[in-house]
Nanobody
Framework: QVQLVESGGGLVQAGGSLRLSCAAS????????VGWYRQAPGKQRELVAFITTTDSTAYADSVKGRFTISRDTAKNTVYLEMNSLKPEDTAVYYC???WGPGNFWGQGTQVTVSS
């Protein structure tokens, strides 16, 4: 079982920055692929970025060059640094990982970008 807790969301003006954190229980987190997803009202949940077990990263085209995903193994935490935020980035952001047959999600953190 893996428990994920997101934090760091909030209200920010367009052009601003936020850093989201996803803290996990257990040291196994460093050996798992972790993804950040987001879901805006009335829209499907979409993958924003993920980081592999070798710390390779990939991003959705809509956030490439603005968002950075990283991992702090010692803290069992994955971060999503978000810069140059746009109103269309407004959503609930979730972190996700998979271990064995289980899919694990955090409770989500709200990000609201005002124009």
């Amino acid at each position: 079982q893996v428990q994920l807790v997101e934090s760091g969301g909030g209200l920010v003006q367009a052009g601003g920055s936020l850093r989201l954190s996803c803290a996990a229980s257990g040291s196994i987190f460093s050996r798992l692929i972790v993804g950040w997803y987001r879901q805006a009202p009335g829209k499907q949940r979409e993958l924003v970025a993920f980081i592999t077990t070798t710390d390779s990263t990939a991003y959705a085209d809509s956030v490439k060059g603005r968002f950075t995903i990283s991992r702090d193994t010692a803290k069992n935490t994955v971060y999503l640094e978000m810069n140059s935020l746009k109103p269309e980035d407004t959503a609930v952001y979730y972190c996700h990982t998979q271990w064995g047959p289980g899919n694990f999600w955090g409770q989500g953190t709200q990000v609201t970008v005002s124009s």
